[in-house]
T-cell receptor, first 115, second 109 residues
Framework: DTEVTQTPKHLVMGMTNKKSLKCEQH?????MYWYKQKAKKPPELMFV???????INESVPSRFSPECPNSSLLNLHLHALQPEDSALYLC??????????????FGPGTRLLVL | GQNIDQPTEMTATEGAIVQINCTYQ??????LFWYQQHAGEAPTFLSY??LDGLEEKGRFSSFLSRSKGYSYLLLKELQMKDSASYLCAVLDSNYQLIWGAGTKLIIKP
């Protein structure tokens, strides 16, 4: 089973809203990732959690706030977003953190539209 | 700088064979991945190469030459459902994935 789930599938929010994206995996993977993908572009890494601790933050604006409540869950809290933040947000997990077994398995993504 | 090059778009015929090339220049190398991504969906893992040579997995094969900084993905017996973008990604010395821009593959009947 290589399933990563994400909710919601679609999200429309205003620039003053606060919302959260959720990601879950039950494969016992020790690393989880958030990516942002704009149309016709490759995924851009935002955050990496290794053993539930934030290990990589790719200079992401503070209006994006990640949280890892436990080893199976990863959240991305959104606040005061801009229209240019509209994109597909992908969660991924890998068995080992960067430096170990690296195959990343992706969730279906949340398509976010900021109005 | 880090750079991964792959063709923007390719067209092939159903039932045929297509080879998608990827060349890379990265700070270190810890493996190369190929992912398939259908429009509006998440990338799905296809293959991982860290040693030189060919890895075969059903209709898909992936080849790596580290000395040349080169890989290809070979798709045989093409089916209409293979129409997708194919992303090449390299793990650099910091174990971060560096992504190519992707190759859009169009399959015609």
């Amino acid at each position: 089973d290589t399933e990563v789930t994400q909710t919601p599938k679609h999200l429309v929010m205003g620039m003053t809203n606060k919302k959260s994206l959720k990601c879950e995996q039950h494969m016992g993977h020790r690393a989880m990732y958030w990516y942002k993908q704009k149309a016709k572009k490759p995924p851009e890494l935002m955050f990496v959690y290794s053993y539930e601790k934030l290990s990589i933050n790719e200079s992401v604006p503070s209006r994006f706030s990640p949280e890892c409540p436990n080893s199976s869950l990863l959240n991305l809290h959104l606040h005061a977003l801009q229209p240019e933040d509209s994109a597909l947000y992908l969660c991924a997990s890998s068995q080992d953190p960067p430096g170990g077994a690296e195959t990343q398995y992706f969730g279906p993504g949340t398509r976010l539209l900021v109005l | 700088g880090q750079n991964i090059d792959q063709p923007t778009e390719m067209t092939a015929t159903e039932g045929a064979i297509v080879q998608i090339n990827c060349t890379y220049q990265t700070s270190g190398f810890n493996g190369l991945f190929w992912y398939q991504q259908h429009a509006g969906e998440a990338p799905t893992f296809l293959s991982y190469n860290v040693l030189d040579g060919l890895e075969e997995k059903g209709r898909f094969s992936s080849f790596l030459s580290r000395s040349k900084g080169y890989s290809y993905l070979l798709l045989k017996e093409l089916q209409m459902k293979d129409s997708a973008s194919y992303l090449c990604a390299v793990l650099d010395s910091n174990y971060q994935l560096i992504w190519g821009a992707g190759t859009k593959l169009i399959i015609k009947p």
